[in-house]
C-alpha cells in the first residue's frame, strides 16, 4: 500500500515547477531585474545611460563586478562582439555583391576590411585595459579611437552619395565603443 506524501494534485506540482523555472530564467534575461548598484552609479555618469545598462547587463558578468575596471572590460568586450558582427554582416553583404561588383559592393567589403582593424585594435585595446596596472590616458585614447573605424565606414559611403546597407550598424558600433571609451575614462 503506498501511501500519499502530497494532497496537492499531481497537475499543481507541475504549475509550481512552471513558476519556478519562469522565474529562473527570468533572472537570466538582460535587463530583467535592476541594475546592480555599480552598473547604476556608473552608467549614471555616462553620456547615454540607458545604453550603458543595456550593454553592461548583456552580459552576465556584470553582476559579480565589483570595480568600474571590471565593467570597462565588460563593455568593451560586448562592443568588441558588436563589432564582429558588424565585420560578418558586411561580410555577407559583399559576397553577394561580388558577383555584380557593384560600387556599394566594393565598399561594404572596404568595411569589412575596416571592421577587421576594429577587430585587431579591439583585441589590443582590450589587453591594455585588463593589464594596466594603474589608469593610462593612452589606453583610454586607444579605446576612445576604436570610434573611428565604424565612421570611416560610414564615410565612405556618405562621400560617394550611396545609401549603406551598415548605416545602423555602423551607429550602433560608434554608440557602444563611445559608451565603453566613457567607461574606460571613469578609471581616472
Known sequence: MAASMSRTSPGNHK???AALLCIAAAAFLPGSSAST?????TCGRTSNQRLCVSLLESSNRSRSATTVRELSIIALTRARRSALRARLRAWDLSYGARRG????GRLVARCAALY???LHAAAHALSRV????????RVADAV?????FPEKCQRLFDAQEIV???EQVNRDIE????IASEIVHLLR
Open 175 to 178: 554608440e557602444k565603443l563611445g
Open 116 to 118: 577587421k582593424d576594429c
Open 164 to 166: 549603406s546597407p551598415l
Open 37 to 41: 548598484p555599480l552598473v547604476a552609479q
Open 130 to 137: 585588463t593589464h594596466m596596472p594603474e589608469y593610462d590616458d
Open 101 to 104: 561588383t557593384t560600387p556599394a
Open 144 to 148: 576612445s579611437a576604436l570610434r573611428v
Open 15 to 17: 504549475v509550481l515547477l
